[in-house]
């Protein structure tokens, strides 16, 4: 009966994350939000004797906004590089032809 109920629940809700021991790549937000959990924690540990308890707190929240906007910053610099480079590569290609001619 046991084996029967895990079958079904493969079927209906396969996890292959948890059937086959590899975990779920999680999405940017995930990964942000688990980041500066971690790096909150750490704080809290080191920092909370000196700056209080609410350490960790604060800086989860500064954290996460710091990540979002540095996320956001290098998604515009890597379109302004991509229009760099076919920019460049279109006055390279030019001169080129230019020459051939």
Known sequence: MGNSIYSRAVRD????????????????????????????????????????????DISEVAIEKSLLSLELKLERYRGDFTLLMQELFDRVMQSDSKRII
């Not at 996890?15 to 995930?30: N, Y």
């Not at 939000?33 to 209080?52: H, K, P």
């Open 13 to 56: 809700e396969p996890s292959v994350g948890i059937c086959d021991g590899k975990r779920p790549t999680p999405t940017l937000e995930e990964a942000r939000l688990e980041l500066s959990q971690a790096t909150g924690r750490i704080l809290r540990i080191f920092l909370s004797n000196r700056y209080g308890p609410f350490i960790g």
